[in-house]
T-cell receptor, first 115, second 112 residues
């Protein structure tokens, strides 16, 4: 158990819909990272928040957005869903902001299926 | 755009054999990490290397960062069934659009 929690564990929805994935970081961690893992694209970094502010942006689509709240939990919003958005979405947390400077602890993931 | 290529993509070996996984790029990374991921779980960090030419050992695993910080290798000695999993390298770049990049992955199966 990494100490990072993600909800829901599974999500099935239809194309065109909007969903929200939630992540609670480990106690004391200020950084939250979001990743997407699919069979054809592998694991891709989407976005990082540090202490409520966006820190780094990766290959995140405009239909996707994220935020980190004052209590440090984070939400990833996916809208206008397409079949290709079906993937495993991971959240990770770390104590600091530097990506290589601190170990990231990954949550168990949310499996999103778009039908 | 895949900037970190891993080879081999799949590897099935017998218990006790040695193996090497490679992670190559044309880009320079400020640091590089190796992860192992098991089915249904998130990746778990194995090691971080930051200096060109650096070698780190973790029991039967040896990690090396290339001198030019563009490539890395993971060598496992006397593989065990518990080593089975998906191995991912991941690099951090100090600039550019793709800042944190994961490799294509190597799926290892160690047979008893």
């Amino acid at each position: 158990d990494s100490g990072v929690t993600q909800t829901p564990k599974h999500l099935i929805t239809a194309t065109g819909q909007r969903v929200t994935l939630r992540c609670s970081p480990r106690s004391g961690d200020l950084s939250v990272y979001w990743y997407q893992q699919s069979l054809d694209q592998g694991l891709q970094f989407l976005i990082q928040y540090y202490n409520g502010e966006e820190r780094a942006k990766g290959n995140i689509l405009e239909r996707f957005s994220a935020q980190q709240f004052p209590d440090l939990h984070s939400e990833l919003n996916l809208s206008s869903l397409e079949l290709g958005d079906s993937a495993l979405y991971f959240c990770a947390s770390s104590p600091g902001a530097g990506w290589g400077s601190y170990e990231q602890y990954f949550g168990p993931g949310t499996r999103l299926t778009v039908t | 755009t895949q900037l970190l290529e891993q080879s081999p993509q799949f590897l099935s070996i017998q218990e006790g054999e040695n193996l090497t996984v490679y992670c190559n790029s044309s880009s320079v990374f400020s640091s590089l990490q190796w992860y192992r991921q098991e089915p249904g779980e998130g990746p778990v960090l194995l090691v971080t290397v930051v200096t060109g030419g650096e070698v780190k050992k973790l029991k039967r695993l040896t990690f090396q960062f290339g001198d030019a910080r563009k490539d890395s290798s993971l060598h496992i000695t006397a593989a065990q069934p518990g080593d089975t999993g998906l191995y991912l390298c991941a690099g951090a770049r100090s600039s550019g659009t793709y800042k944190y990049i994961f490799g294509t992955g190597t799926r290892l199966k160690v047979l008893a």
